[in-house]
């Protein structure tokens, strides 16, 4: 079964950092892509940063500078590192693994970040 187990999550003020973590399961880690989504309320989910089998990365225009994404195989777990927090970075946030850049679908319960205003 597919686990896919966000954390890291919580309140943080304006430029501010929070790192975090997801840990996966069920699937071979190391030959999949992975990328961070994130979700505000009343809009759509969207792709943050990716990291491919082979750590290309890429990110979205709005974090480019800040957030870095990153993978440890032996550990199974993707990581993104959030630097320079912002309120509009407020969302819950979710990995998951991505398909030809499309996400697989294994959406679990993200982790809450908060930035302060």
């Known amino acids: 079964q597919v686990q896919l187990v966000e954390s890291g999550g919580g309140l943080v003020q304006i430029g501010g950092s929070l790192r975090l973590s997801c840990a996966a399961s069920?699937?071979?880690?190391?030959?999949?892509?992975m990328g961070w989504y994130r979700q505000a309320p009343g809009r759509q989910r969207e792709l943050v940063a990716s990291i491919s089998e082979a750590g290309v990365r890429k990110y979205a225009d709005p974090v480019k500078g800040r957030f870095t994404i990153s993978r440890d195989n032996a550990k199974t777990t993707v990581y993104l590192q959030m630097n320079s927090l912002k309120p509009e970075d407020t969302a819950v946030y979710y990995c998951?693994?991505?398909?030809?850049?499309?996400?697989?679908?294994?959406w679990g319960q993200g982790t809450q970040v908060t930035v302060s205003s």
């Open positions: 998951d693994r991505l398909r030809a850049g499309s996400p697989v679908g294994n």
């Open positions: 069920g699937f071979v880690f190391s030959t999949n892509a």
